[in-house]
């Protein structure tokens, strides 16, 4: 779980560093939207395989 939380804080810093490079507030508010609508089109779509997935594959 530490190493986890370790690699989700600098995947965070990363993002931040990324979005912060624009100085337009509005910029960085759209960037910010992209990278989540991103990240949670990703994690559905690997949500819906397991779905399908027979038991034996997932583990």
């Not at 910010?32 to 779905?51: C, F, G, K, V, Y």
Request: glycine share 0%; charged share 35%; proline share 2%.
């Amino acid at each position: 779980m530490y190493k986890q939380t370790e690699r989700l804080k600098k995947q965070l810093v990363e993002i931040t560093d990324a979005v912060n490079a624009f100085r337009s507030e509005a910029v960085q508010i759209i960037v910010a939207d992209r990278i989540l609508e991103h990240l949670n089109t990703d994690n559905r779509d690997r949500n819906d395989r397991h779905i399908f997935m027979p038991k034996s594959d997932m583990y």
